[in-house]
């Protein structure tokens, strides 16, 4: 029951690969079927920016439903749902009228919903659903006000309609319909401060399902951010763009922050989406922004470079998940201070976790480390527009990017190597077995894809600068490079992966070689590691992933505001000896304390106040009916 | 062709033989002004040699990422010899990158050593793993906008062409924010190269160890790439520091005699920041690990400084 | 930082000549050429302390300063045993110390030297015959040369570790 959803899925994606290579490659056409939906029938529309996001649909759903297929995480449970997520993941990108957009997007966060409540015995799972469904029904309510302010201005609820209408509209409406519209977007890409449904439902769910939510969900709120900011509204004011710019730093800094601190593998990994969104909106801002200031070729480039990193952050991130899930599932908990050792039991998983951490800690010759020079090169070129106000923020951008990809490593090294590498810390670690081959094949395919977007970025970033600017509405060609270097902005910066990666496996050999020309000692002993002439070896004196985050906690300290948690039980018979230590320091997140609760706290109490209206008593609902009638006769 | 190639094999020769050499020297200056005599600034050689000899003892707890690590660290120094301006301005991989390709370089290496450090299982090496990874993430705004201070000046981030450009007008250097790039560079250079203040390279006491907690583990032939790696990232960064600040030598022609030149004038460039280095290790204790933040603080706000110092003056 | 450099340059090197010939004791049958071969030029040394009363630590210790400087022939002391050519070994090997010392020596690569130094790493010393004691070096790692003395001097110490790995003063 559970494969045959899988495989229809993996038809559909299959399907929307072909359709979005197509899209990319130029085809467009419409489709429209009046009936289906009311208020304005179905209409379905393919363009270059719609053919990308089918193609990430696509492209991660493939290997998302080989791996639930050969997955034994086999319950009826999502089997309906499963299709239904990645069909109507298909239909928003496509989608060229309001309600078909609404109606695909909410069937796509309702299908999810049940997915992410695939264990509802779990307290914990419940409550994730819970913030899910409420995070993304807010996000719906911003989403419809804006699109029905847009459709009742222009008189129209087509989105080709809005392009047309756009620029006779005045400044404050579509200012209004902006930020309502980035509302709802940035609460489904994760944006700070509306993330807090992300690191608890992605989690939750079951890892191929998390892989397509963190891989393709969140990367529609971004499509759909690249919609309102450039296409629907046309080109928009300076603020539109900075404060995608500094959502993006903050989110990103925040996000990883965040990630290093945290225990869970699958949560560390959310967070690690929420950076990644954070970095694609540095380059939408920074894209909004010279599109704004008339540079086109500058605008485009940075556009490519968030639309390859996303492309880049599918890719790793569904490695990564899926990935993680194997994990979780040969050991059987989500815990990091449990795991350890894994690398010798699951050496495929391991290998293929290994090319994801090294891709999304942007390490050459990967993809993960194109899309942020690309990045970079796109941001430091910000003194071509002459206004020192926007220059500080496009500064701030830049460090902040920086910040983010040094913590980004670190966060990795800790992920893969606490997980992977040394002792294990558990019984269940220690049994782990390899995944099974339709799981392992997934991920293999995956890492195969990280590779060929890394060494083929000559290939991809000119097909995506194209696509930018079949949304800008730009059409003029930017030269960037050719088959063997990327070659940007005429000069300002030039890199070749390809190069390097030759001479990086050259390079490998070479020490090889010369060695054994040299005369080296060949072979080598095995014996324990050095202890200082201890007895024993026990997985507890290894590191721990608390005390791998420990600098980082103390530094960022402001941030995290830790409390230290400290209990000791002491021997009955003496003071002076301890029975047993507790010692606990968990990080606080501001966002709870400072945002969410006071919010939840005054919401609450106003509507306990609210609640005297319902007295309960039938003569004061008469009462209420009776005044209700006098006032609109009154009016009439 | 030829010529390129030939050049390109200079670079790897010149990075890969002349960095144990700096390495030396450096200790050699740091015993003098100790008051001892000190060993020969050629006994880096003689260490490595007696190392590839020796059979390595390898951990039961390590995988195939710990004996993996060496050859990656010493690949990642050797392709950065081939981008960084050591002889030429355009050398043979030129091309294929600028400084934010160097700096991941650099990050790659630093990755696999920190999981080389977790690998062992020992206490030693997970600390410095984290020390490690800390640092190297702190430092990493720095190094960024000196690199957008540089290109801001010349216009490029290529290291050819910043090179080029500077050479031809030596008075774009003649500017506070050339000279503030600079020092937030050197505070950079210590931190990635473990230098003191933040690390130092000498010390025996396993807490106050980063760089070399990792290494702890290694022995025989691994040890002696992983010290080669070491000594090529410092000569590595103190060529970027010469070469790219103070780009008079650099030729960009691919004839003997300006070869020879530019190999003299780097080995005077490198002499005085080798000098610099002893004089600052022997007269600075190193910073308590909680402290160097501040000092990557301090450092990248010079590093802002100099941005600004950019649009200030003109 | 300045006063620092002022004195250093005041100061200058207050390095003494090298030690002449000692009386160290080859207990080992290994060739002195094929040492001299290997570690004439560069030699790794990890002292390792196996209840020593901490006498032949105070000289060891000496040897790195400026006045003895045993760094200028080539010799280095380490700090994990994977990176030592030779263990220094001081102290009667007392119990508790005995399974460190030789899991010590275990951790070290091939091919390496032991050198037993004091009268304590010969036979005990003045320990000898003790009942938390289990003999000289000797006991538990095989032993290739002896420095005797309680304690030995730097220079003696010096002087040992040159003529073991056969290097002209």
Same mark, same amino acid.
């Given at each position: ?80 749902? =499963? ?57 719906? +309510? ?80 971004? =499509? ?105 599932? +040969? ?76 913590? +980004? ?150 941030? =995290? ?42 919401? !609450? ?5 609210? !609640? ?8 004061? =609902? ?15 | ?314 | ?169």
């Amino acid at each position: 029951m559970a494969a045959a959803g899988a495989l229809a899925a993996a038809a559909i994606g299959l399907v929307a690969l072909v359709l979005g290579l197509g899209g990319v490659a130029g085809s467009a056409w419409t489709v429209v079927v009046d009936w289906l939906v009311p208020l304005g029938g179905l209409e379905l529309t393919l363009d270059p920016l719609a053919g990308l996001f089918l193609i990430l649909v696509g492209g991660v759903a493939l290997p998302a439903s080989f791996y639930a297929a050969g997955s034994a995480e086999r319950s009826a449970r999502g089997a309906l749902a =499963y299709p239904v997520f990645v069909a109507s993941m298909c239909v928003v990108p496509l989608a060229a009228n309001t309600m078909t957009f609404v109606i695909a997007w909410e069937l796509m966060s309702l299908a999810s919903y049940f997915l992410v409540l695939h264990e509802p015995e779990e307290r914990a799972s419940v409550r994730a659903a819970w913030v899910y469904a409420v995070m993304t029904h807010a996000g719906l +309510a911003c989403l419809l006000a804006g699109m029905l302010l847009m459709g009742a201005w222009t008189g129209s609820l087509r989105f080709a309609d809005w392009r047309a209408a756009a620029p006779g509209l005045g400044a404050g409406a579509r200012g209004v319909v902006f930020v309502l519209l980035a509302a709802g977007f940035a609460g489904k890409a994760g944006v700070i401060p509306l993330h807090v449904w992300l690191p608890l439902a992605h989690p939750a769910a079951p890892s191929h399902v998390s892989a397509l939510m963190s891989g393709v969900m969140i990367k529609l709120g971004v =499509y759909g951010l690249l919609r309102a900011g450039l296409d629907w509204l046309g080109a928009g004011p300076a603020w539109w763009g900075v404060a995608l710019l500094l959502a993006g730093t903050v989110s990103s800094v925040i996000g990883v922050l965040y990630a290093l601190v945290d225990n869970d593998l699958k949560k560390l990994l959310a967070f690690s989406s929420i950076e990644n969104v954070g970095i694609i909106l540095i380059g939408v801002g920074a894209g909004m922004l010279y599109h704004g200031a008339g540079l086109e070729g500058l605008a485009l480039l940075a556009l490519a470079a968030a639309l390859y990193h996303t492309l880049n952050h599918a890719t790793f991130k569904a490695l990564l998940f899926l990935g993680a899930g194997a994990v979780v599932h +040969a050991t059987g908990t989500r815990n990091m201070e449990a795991m350890g050792g894994l690398i010798k039991r699951m050496p495929w998983t391991a290998a293929c976790f290994l090319v994801g951490s090294a891709a999304i800690a942007a390490l050459p010759p990967l993809n993960g480390f194109v899309s942020e020079w690309l990045t970079f090169v796109a941001l430091l070129q910000n003194t071509r527009i002459a206004q020192p106000m926007l220059n500080l923020v496009f500064a701030l951008g830049v460090a902040g990017l920086a910040l983010t990809s040094g913590l +980004a490593m670190a966060c990795f090294v800790k992920a893969f190597g606490i997980t992977f590498l040394a002792l294990p810390r558990g019984d269940a670690a220690a049994r782990a077995h390899e995944a099974p081959p339709a799981m392992r094949a997934a991920m293999v395919a995956l890492a195969v894809v990280c590779v060929a977007l890394g060494l083929g970025a000559t290939l991809v970033v000119p097909a995506l600068v194209t696509v930018a600017g079949a949304l800008t509405g730009d059409r003029a060609p930017v030269a960037v490079g050719d088959w063997l270097t990327l070659g940007v902005s005429g000069g300002f910066a030039t890199l070749s992966t390809l190069a390097i990666a030759v001479a990086l496996g050259a390079a490998l050999a070479l020490p090889l070689i010369a060695l054994r020309l040299a005369g080296a000692a060949r072979g080598q002993r095995r014996y324990e590691t050095w202890g200082c002439g201890r007895m024993l070896q026990t997985p507890r004196m290894e590191c721990t992933a608390t005390a791998f985050a420990d600098p980082f906690r103390r530094v960022f300290g402001f941030f =995290y505001r830790p409390e230290k948690r400290l209990d000791i039980t002491f021997h009955p018979g003496a003071r002076y000896f301890v029975q047993r230590i507790e010692y606990a320091n968990p990080t606080r997140s501001i966002f709870d304390d400072w945002l969410y609760r006071p919010a939840l706290d005054a919401l !609450r109490s106003v509507a306990h106040r609210a !609640r005297a209206i319902q007295s309960g008593s039938a003569n004061v =609902y008469l009462a209420y009916i009776f005044a209700a009638l006098l006032l609109l006769l009154a009016l009439a | 062709m030829i010529a390129t190639l030939l050049i390109a094999l200079g670079q790897v020769l010149v990075a890969g033989a002349g960095a144990p050499l700096l390495v030396g020297v450096v200790r050699t200056l740091k015993a003098r002004l100790a008051g001892r005599r000190g060993p020969s600034p050629w006994q880096p050689y003689a260490d490595l040699r007696k190392l590839l000899g020796k059979e390595p003892v390898v951990s039961t707890t390590t995988s195939w990422v710990f004996r993996a690590t060496p050859y990656v660290l010493v690949a990642t120094m050797l392709v950065t010899a081939l981008v960084v301006p050591i002889l030429v301005a355009r050398p043979a991989l030129g091309f294929a990158g600028n400084i934010i390709l160097l700096m991941y370089l650099f990050m790659l290496g630093t990755f696999f050593l920190a999981l080389a450090g977790l690998d062992s299982g020992s206490a030693f090496g997970g600390m410095g793993s984290s020390r490690e990874v800390a640092i190297a993430a702190l430092a990493e705004p720095t190094i960024i906008l000196a690199v957008f201070a540089l290109a801001l000046r010349a216009e490029t981030i290529n290291l050819g062409d910043v090179v080029e450009r500077l050479a031809r007008e030596p008075l774009l250097a003649a500017n506070p924010a050339h000279l503030l790039a600079f020092v937030a560079f050197f505070i950079v250079m210590l931190a990635e190269t473990g230098r003191l203040p933040v690390d130092n390279p000498a010390t025996h006491l396993e807490l106050t160890m980063i760089h070399e907690a990792m290494v702890l583990e290694y022995s025989g032939r691994y040890l002696a790439l992983v010290e080669w790696a070491s000594a090529m990232r410092l000569f590595v960064f103190m060529t970027l520091l010469a070469n790219l600040f103070f780009p008079w030598g650099v030729t960009s022609l691919a004839e003997p005699v300006p070869l020879l030149l530019g190999l003299l004038a780097l080995a005077g460039k490198l002499a005085v920041l080798a000098a610099a280095l002893a004089v600052l290790e022997t007269t600075v204790a190193k910073l308590r690990l909680f402290r160097v933040p501040e000092l990557l603080a301090g450092s990248f706000a010079l590093a802002l400084l100099s941005v600004t110092a950019v649009f200030l003056v003109p | 930082m300045r006063r620092q450099l002022r004195i250093a340059l005041r100061t200058g090197i207050v390095t003494e000549p090298p030690p002449g010939r000692s009386d160290v004791e080859r207990l080992g049958a290994r060739l002195a050429g094929e040492i001299q071969r290997r570690f004439g030029r560069s030699l790794a040394i990890r002292q390792v302390d196996a209840g020593s009363c901490n006498g032949c630590e105070l000289e060891i210790a000496g040897l790195t300063g400026p006045h003895y400087d045993l760094e200028r022939f080539g010799l280095s002391f380490v700090a994990s045993p994977r990176h030592a050519d030779c263990l220094l070994v001081t102290g009667p090997v007392t119990r508790n110390m005995a399974e460190a010392l030789r899991r010590t020596w275990e951790a070290t690569p091939d091919p390496k030297l032991v050198i037993a130094v004091g009268d304590c790493g010969r036979d005990g010393g003045i320990f000898r015959g003790s009942y938390a004691v289990v003999g000289g070096a000797d006991a538990v790692v095989p032993v290739d040369a002896v420095v005797p003395g309680c304690p030995p001097s730097p220079a003696a110490i010096l002087a040992a570790l040159l003529d073991v790995i056969g290097r002209r003063r």
